[in-house]
Structures are given as structure tokens and as C-alpha cells.
């Protein structure tokens, strides 16, 4: 059957498809698209001459602008002078901040009294069990935690690695528990996951940056704003991951348990806390990358570590003192990455490798306990305490060198591609200027309408309003320019990203080779944290805007191919076949079959690619991207709470714009 098909021509299923196609062209207004956005045309027209005419057509008009800086600082004022009396302060919030410092503190004290040589025993012994005393990831689990805190000791990294771990280790524990708890309740009460899913949506979309500003307000720059918005942040996934195991759980075996007696609390104790444990492991590995990326961030705020350090090279565009605090925390998250994935897995396999008992269970914790009892006193007794100073390497001079040679060589002036510098400054140019002034010349009413549209095609009528209102709202708390130039920048990333993160999955999804040797470099990349993303480009490209959207797109992008090879994975191979039988080339397949029925898959990757590139250009501030960035690190450095929180509110309203228009609903991707 297959040589026929393959010899004849295919007029017979082209033949319907133009008929098909024709029957739909004759009338335009019945397609799909085109009714959903009929009634918004229709508003429009009615509505944008009216404000046209009453407000221009230009920028966003001053009369729908509302002071909202000068508020915010005499409300931070208000809570300088008044954070020593008000009853508020007092008895709540000045507690929670002692606890905040109180602990962070006692666990810095902990890790660095006990000295580097206990630490990294504890640590080592520690990886070594959970991997397992007798099998090979256990051995190549702790030859991993032993490079990564000896190296971060070689670089003279140790006391910073320390302090970012002690604030870690608190923020963790506590998300964990907050977390948990949350999903409980969403696993458990549909009314209570219908309450948190939009809370937990919206701290999904928002920036990290957004939640330094208020707590500054509340707490004050220091530590315990630091690990309150670490806390705030790594809670969700923990939350949502923990909901999604509890309701996944196999409905035989509760309806089993249900069948023997068992009262709900031994149900949830012995039946669905078990089955969810995997989803619950998965949370605790999203929380403790989350919280690490945080705590890198909230360097900037005075969380101290390895995130001041990277901050304070990165300010004097000194590349080889970020490398050298860079590199521990890639080893810490790569670690912390490691440790929690060996742990998930042998969790899923149920049973423990053969071997001595006393190397399993309980007693395998007490052996691993009392050696690293035993070994760590020795090594405290026998070394001093900090890393001894002649076992430091110091690459920062080296690798500014060597930085220096390549802005001198290969960075301007190279013959024929020009260098990387010259590719920066082409790219704002040509790419970023153009969108830039694009959107600031077209009217602030298309800009809105624009929005409105793209989130009703996407997501229906409440997107629509939530896109629309939270564009207008850029506008009223006047900050329009600058959010338009972050938006540009957000753009260009996400169109370098997509073109990139589509080609690169399309091939990964036909070629298993290439897929199996990315997958190693896009799970590093994935754990990287953020400030890590902006070393490598300054030092290709300089600071400025483009530096920023390279740090963006490589961000963003890992997330991109994977999650588009994996739809284009999930293709049903039967579907495949049966076009590869009607004589499809492979471009063919790709085009009319495999992209079509991955759409779902496609648009969730365009969605986690905005969202992730608007979040890195924020970052990008650092760097010199100006703009809402440059706003809100100037309002955290500077106290000037009204800029940064402005531009902290504008950040998460274009969020919620760029959410909205590429997040399509249940309801539309299932009846698409």
C-alpha cells in the first residue's frame, strides 16, 4: 500500500483541502479570530476617537497620570521616623526581623566556627548517603560536593560561600514548610486552590527584583529583607508542585485505602503523601534553585555572600572578581541540583541497593553521622578554622588579562565580522533603537488596544481586561517611556529566543544524538542563577542594552528547546507515519503535522519565554540596560523608595501584559 501511495500523485486529500479552505474564505468574519475580536473592533471605534479627541494621540497623556513617587516617599519617611514607635513595627514586624537576623546569623556563626575542614566532611558524608554508601552515585554525588567546596575555598570564596549558604539553608526550610503547607491546602480543598492558583500565577510572572522594593520599605536594607523576600519567592513552586502531587495521586489505590477504614488523616499519612513524594521532592528542588538565584539577587539590598561579590565586580566592570565569585555559586546550584535529583530518584525506586544492611535505612545515617562526627573533629583539631590563605588562587588578574587581550583583538576592528562589541552596538542600532522608537511614536491608545487584542486571541475576555488594564496602568503611575524601552528590550529578547529556542528544539526533537548531548547543557543552564547570566556578556559585549538582552535570550533559552522538543516529541507517532506513507518530505512533517498538533506545547514555550526574558532584562539593570532596571537598582541603592517601587509595580504590570497575550486558557488550547 505504501508503494502506491508513494508512486501516485496526492491530488485526492489536496483536492477537499482547497475546497475546505475555500468554503472558510468566502466569508472572513466567521473565522474564528476574526469574530473573538469583532466586538473589541467594535468598542474601539466608538471609544478611541472619544479619547483621542479629548487626551491626543501621542504619549500618555498627563491628565491620566497619577503622582504616585512622591506618595511612596513620604510613606517611607513616614516608616523611618515612625519604625521605633508605631505598635505595628513593634510588636510584629520588629520581631520578624530579629528572627530574620537572629537566625541567619546563628547559622553563619555554625558553618563558620566549625572551620572548612568540618564543613566539607559533613557535607561530602552527607551527599554520600543520600546517593547511597554502596552505589556508584553515591561515590560520584560526593566527589562533586567535595570539588565545589574546595574550589569555592581555592578562590578565597569561603567565608562569602558561607554567609550565601546560611541564608539559604534558613530560606529553604522555612519556604519548604510555607510552601508545603499551602499545597496541602490546595491538594486537599478545591475552594482553597481556586483562592491560591491566581496568587500563585501572579508571583509566577513576577520579576525578582519586585519583591525586594516592599520589604526594603518594611524592613529596612540589611539581611532580614533579604531572606523575607527569599522566603516569598521560593515558596510557590514548593506550593504548587506539592498541590499537583496530592491531586495526581492514583485513585485505586485511595479508593483501597478508603475501602479498609482508613479515617482521611491516615489516608493522607499513608496513601497520598507517599504517592506524591516525588512531585513533593521536585518542589524542594525548584524552591532551593529559586532561593539560591534569590539570595544572589538580594545581594543588592545587603544579603552579603557570594551575590555581593559578583555585584560589586560587576559594578566596576571588573570580569575576573565576578568569575571568581561566580564560579561557586555554579557549583553550589549545580550541588544543591545534583543532591536533591539523586535524592528524588532513589526515592521513586522504592528499594535500596543490595548490600550490608548496616549501609541502609537508619543505621546507613548513623555510620555516615558518627565518620563525619569522628573526621570533622579531627580536621578542626588539626587545621585552623578559615581557609588557610596560601591555598588561595587568585584568577581574577589572569582572567582580566586575558579579557583585556580579547576586547583588544577580537572585541572591535576584527576584518570582516567586525568583533563582538561591534555586533553590541549594531544590534542597538539597527534592532533595539528602531523598536524603541517605534513604540514610543505610535499612540498610546493602539498600544492598549494592541494589548487588549493580542490577550483576548490568547486567553479570552478576562485576559483581555487584565492585559488592557494593567497597560493603561504603566501609563497612569508614569513611568510610560521607560516601561516602553524595557518592553523593547523584552521584545528583541524574546524574538532572538524564540527564532533560536524553535530551531534548535525542532532539530533536537528529529535528531535523538543532539538532544541527548544538550540535555546535559541545558540542565546546567538551567540551574544557573541569574547574576551569573551577566559575567560572560559583559565581557563579550561591554555593559549596555545589549548585553542585557544577550543575558536575557541565554536565560530564557534552555527553557525554550526544552519544553519545544518535548512537544514535538509527544506527537503520536502514528500521525507521523502515516504522512511519512503520503510521500511528506521532512520539512513537510515539521510544518503540517508536528508544529500544528504541538501548539499547545509551542505556545507554553513562547509563554515561559517572555516571561523569563522580561525577568533576566530586569536584572540587566546591573549591566546597563536603563530603563525600569536602571529605576529600580537606583531606588534600592539610593533609598529613593519612590522610584524603585514605581518602577517595581511597572515591571510587574508588564508582566501581566506579556502573560496574558501569550498564555492561552484551558478552554482555548483545548478547543484549538
Known amino acids: 500500500m505504501s508503494a502506491v501511495a508513494t508512486s501516485a500523485p496526492p491530488p485526492t486529500p489536496v483536492e477537499p483541502a482547497k475546497e475546505s479552505t475555500g468554503a472558510v474564505r468566502r466569508s472572513p468574519l466567521t473565522r474564528p479570530v476574526v469574530r473573538r475580536l469583532l466586538p473589541l473592533l467594535v468598542a474601539a471605534a466608538v471609544l478611541v476617537p472619544l479619547a483621542a479627541l479629548l487626551w491626543g494621540s501621542g504619549d500618555w497623556p498627563k491628565a491620566l497620570t497619577v503622582d504616585v513617587k512622591t506618595p511612596l516617599d513620604d510613606a517611607y519617611t513616614w516608616v523611618v521616623h515612625n519604625r521605633d514607635t508605631n505598635p505595628v513595627f513593634l510588636y510584629f514586624l520588629l520581631h520578624l526581623s530579629n528572627w530574620a537576623d537572629s537566625s541567619v546569623t546563628w547559622m553563619t556563626d555554625l558553618l563558620e566556627t566549625a572551620g572548612w575542614a568540618p564543613v566539607i566532611v559533613v557535607a561530602v558524608l552527607l551527599s554520600w548517603r543520600i546517593g547511597g554508601l554502596r552505589d556508584r552515585r553515591g ?230 553521622a558518627a565518620t563525619g562526627v569522628v573526621l570533622g573533629t579531627a580536621g578542626w583539631l588539626s587545621l585552623i578554622a578559615e581557609w588557610p590563605e596560601a591555598w588561595i588562587v587568585d584568577i581574577a588578574q589572569p582572567v582580566n588579562q586575558a579579557v583585556g587581550w580579547f576586547t583588544d583583538h577580537l572585541a572591535e576592528g576584527v576584518p570582516v565580522v567586525g568583533g563582538t562589541r561591534t555586533w553590541a552596538a549594531n544590534f542597538t542600532t539597527w534592532v533595539l533603537d528602531p523598536i524603541r522608537d517605534t513604540l514610543t511614536a505610535t499612540p498610546w491608545w493602539l498600544l492598549v488596544l494592541l494589548a487588549a487584542g493580542f490577550a483576548l486571541v490568547a486567553g479570552g475576555w478576562g485576559a483581555m481586561c487584565t492585559a488592557a488594564a494593567a497597560m493603561a496602568g504603566v501609563g497612569v503611575i508614569g513611568v510610560w517611556n521607560h516601561s516602553l524601552d524595557t518592553l523593547s528590550q523584552a521584545i528583541a529578547g524574546v524574538v532572538v529566543t524564540l527564532v533560536l529556542g524553535f530551531a534548535i528544539g525542532v532539530v533536537a526533537a528529529r535528531v535523538p544524538l543532539l538532544e541527548r548531548m544538550l540535555r546535559p547543557l541545558l540542565d546546567t543552564m538551567q540551574t544557573l542563577p541569574q547574576f551569573i547570566y551577566l559575567i560572560p556578556v559583559v565581557a563579550l559585549f561591554n555593559v549596555g542594552r545589549s548585553a542585557a538582552v544577550a543575558a536575557a535570550v541565554l536565560y530564557a533559552l534552555p527553557a525554550v528547546v ?34 500544528p498538533l504541538a501548539r499547545p506545547s509551542l505556545m507554553l514555550a513562547l509563554n515561559q519565554g517572555v516571561v523569563l526574558v522580561l525577568a533576566m532584562v530586569i536584572v540587566g539593570g546591573f549591566v546597563g540596560s536603563g530603563a525600569l532596571g536602571y529605576d529600580v537598582v537606583k531606588g534600592l541603592q539610593k533609598s529613593q523608595l519612590g522610584l524603585g517601587l514605581t518602577a517595581g509595580v511597572a515591571i510587574v504590570l508588564l508582566g501581566l501584559v506579556l502573560d496574558r497575550a501569550t498564555q492561552r486558557s484551558g478552554k482555548r488550547a483545548a478547543g484549538r
Open 139 to 368: 561515590l560520584k554525588l560526593a566527589g562533586i560536593t567535595f570539588i565545589a567546596f574546595a574550589a569555592c575555598g581555592l578562590l578565597g570564596m569561603w567565608e562569602a560561600t558561607m554567609e550565601t549558604l546560611a541564608l539559604m539553608s534558613v530560606a529553604v526550610a522555612v519556604s519548604a514548610v510555607i510552601g508545603a503547607l499551602l499545597g496541602l491546602g490546595a491538594g486537599l480543598s478545591d475552594r482553597f486552590e481556586r483562592i491560591l492558583r491566581p496568587v500563585l500565577d501572579t508571583m509566577q510572572i513576577m520579576p525578582a527584583f519586585a519583591y525586594l522594593l516592599p520589604l526594603v520599605l518594611l524592613f529596612d536594607i540589611g539581611v532580614p529583607s533579604a531572606l523575607i523576600a527569599t522566603i516569598i519567592y521560593a515558596a510557590p513552586p514548593m506550593a504548587r508542585l506539592t498541590s499537583l502531587g496530592l491531586r495526581g495521586a492514583d485513585t485505586g489505590v485511595m479508593e483501597a485505602a478508603e475501602s479498609l477504614g482508613t479515617s482521611p488523616v491516615q489516608r493522607l499519612l499513608t496513601a497520598r503523601l507517599p504517592l506524591a513524594r516525588k512531585e513533593i521532592l521536585l518542589g524542594l528542588n525548584q524552591t532551593i534553585m529559586m532561593a539560591l538565584s534569590m539570595v544572589t539577587i538580594a545581594s543588592v539590598i545587603g544579603a552579603g555572600g557570594l551575590g555581593e561579590e559578583v555585584f560589586r565586580a560587576l559594578s566596576t566592570v571588573d570580569v575576573g572578581s565576578a568569575l571568581a565569585a561566580g564560579i561557586p555559586i555554579v557549583l553550589l546550584a549545580v550541588w544543591l541540583d545534583r543532591i536533591t535529583a539523586v535524592a528524588g530518584e532513589r526515592l521513586g525506586g522504592g528499594s535500596a541497593p543490595a548490600g550490608s544492611p548496616w549501609l541502609h535505612g537508619a543505621r546507613g545515617w548513623v555510620v555516615a
Open 562 to 595: 526544552r519544553i519545544t522538543t518535548q512537544g514535538l516529541r509527544q506527537v503520536d507517532g502514528a500521525t507521523l507515519e502515516a504522512a511519512r506513507s503520503m510521500g511528506a518530505s521532512t520539512f513537510q512533517q515539521i510544518r503540517q503535522v508536528q508544529v
